[in-house]
């Protein structure tokens, strides 16, 4: 009896021994599968998740590309010519990135604004699936996210660099992907984004000799999404905007409408004076 009480304790130590054994590692382990998950940090945003189900077959691409009425002062309607330099179907970093089967024609806007020596161009089609749409953006960055710079030839044909920086400042929705190609020697920056909206794909691009102002094509994707995605995006409905403006030789303010027209309701009719030439054009 005596004999199998030690032995039992030899046995009940070496369980104690074997359980601390256990309790410690799985610890370490424990402490290590938790450290990196609870040291990271993840940035906020205010991208929508909006739900291409239900967008797929409702979107018109017509609609989701830029128009005259949409750009501020200064922007006028460009060379066609540029449509063919559109991001659809484009390489990325060398990459070619396959535009999946589309039941639409690539409709395309361009413009130009004169002032900067910008463009802008704008395309949008429809593919067969909303699936295929978010894995064609899905694709586009996972291609420009596995290189910082590649190379082009010049007008000149010489090799300049292009280094890939950070493109617009917010993403709208969740499946987007924007960046910026900026020429190492000086000559141009394209910045880009990309966008799916149920089963259509969204491309901007802007280029010129620097990066667009702040917003410019933040404020352009809201636009769209305003007009193709209402109930997302502009579930009380889109309260005009008013520009207050003072029209020369006019007493009275003059409230632009958004689009051009002018709305003068409310304000006093001012006759011109009676010796008033016209306006020089």
Same mark, same amino acid.
């Given at each position: 009896?005596?004999?199998?009480? $030690?032995?039992?304790?030899?046995?009940?130590?070496?369980?104690?021994?074997?359980?601390?054994?256990?309790?410690?590692?799985?610890?370490?382990?424990?402490?290590?599968?938790?450290?990196?998950?609870?040291?990271?940090?993840?940035?906020?945003?205010?991208?929508?998740?909006?739900? /291409?189900? /239900?967008?797929?077959?409702?979107?018109?691409?017509?609609?989701?590309?830029?128009?005259?009425?949409?750009?501020?002062?200064?922007?006028?309607?460009?060379?066609? #010519?540029?449509?063919? !330099?559109?991001?659809?179907? @484009?390489?990325?970093?060398?990459?070619? &990135?396959?535009?999946?089967?589309?039941?639409?024609?690539?409709?395309?806007?361009?413009? #130009?604004?004169? *002032?900067?020596? =910008? !463009?802008?161009?704008?395309?949008?089609?429809?593919?067969?699936?909303? /699936?295929? $749409?978010?894995?064609?953006?899905?694709?586009?960055?996972?291609?420009?996210?596995?290189?910082?710079?590649?190379?082009? %030839?010049?007008?000149?044909?010489?090799?300049?660099?292009?280094?890939?920086?950070?493109?617009?400042?917010?993403?709208?929705?969740?499946?987007? &992907?924007?960046?910026? !190609? +900026?020429? /190492?020697?000086?000559?141009? &920056?394209?910045?880009?984004?990309?966008?799916?909206?149920?089963?259509?794909?969204? @491309?901007?691009?802007?280029?010129?000799?620097?990066?667009?102002?702040?917003?410019?094509?933040?404020?352009?994707?809201?636009?769209?999404?305003?007009?193709?995605?209402?109930?997302?995006?502009?579930?009380? *409905? &889109? #309260?005009?905007?008013?520009? =207050?403006? %003072?029209? $020369?030789?006019? +007493?009275?303010?003059?409230?632009?409408?958004?689009? *051009? $027209?002018?709305?003068?309701?409310?304000?006093? %009719?001012?006759?011109?004076?009676?010796?008033?030439?016209?306006?020089?054009?």
């Amino acid at each position: 009896m005596t004999r199998l009480a $030690a032995l039992l304790g030899k046995q009940g130590a070496r369980v104690v021994v074997l359980l601390v054994i256990l309790g410690v590692s799985g610890l370490f382990l424990g402490l290590a599968a938790g450290y990196p998950l609870s040291k990271i940090q993840f940035e906020e945003s205010d991208a929508v998740r909006i739900d /291409q189900s /239900q967008l797929a077959g409702e979107v018109d691409p017509a609609s989701a590309v830029v128009t005259q009425a949409d750009l501020p002062i200064g922007w006028e309607e460009g060379d066609p #010519a540029l449509a063919g !330099f559109g991001l659809l179907g @484009a390489e990325f970093c060398g990459e070619e &990135v396959p535009l999946p089967t589309a039941l639409s024609d690539v409709e395309t806007a361009v413009f #130009a604004n004169p *002032g900067d020596a =910008s !463009f802008l161009i704008v395309q949008a089609v429809r593919l067969d699936r909303w /699936q295929s $749409a978010k894995t064609y953006v899905d694709d586009v960055g996972s291609a420009v996210g596995e290189c910082e710079q590649f190379y082009r %030839t010049g007008l000149d044909g010489s090799r300049v660099q292009v280094d890939i920086d950070d493109g617009t400042s917010e993403p709208p929705i969740t499946d987007y &992907v924007s960046r910026s !190609f +900026v020429a /190492q020697d000086g000559e141009s &920056v394209q910045t880009w984004s990309m966008m799916a909206v149920g089963d259509v794909v969204v @491309a901007m691009l802007h280029g010129g000799p620097a990066r667009p102002p702040e917003g410019f094509l933040s404020e352009l994707e809201d636009k769209i999404l305003i007009r193709v995605d209402p109930a997302d995006f502009a579930p009380g *409905g &889109v #309260a005009p905007t008013t520009t =207050s403006t %003072t029209v $020369a030789g006019d +007493v009275t303010g003059t409230t632009v409408l958004e689009g *051009g $027209a002018a709305d003068e309701s409310g304000t006093p %009719t001012v006759p011109p004076p009676a010796d008033a030439a016209e306006p020089g054009n």
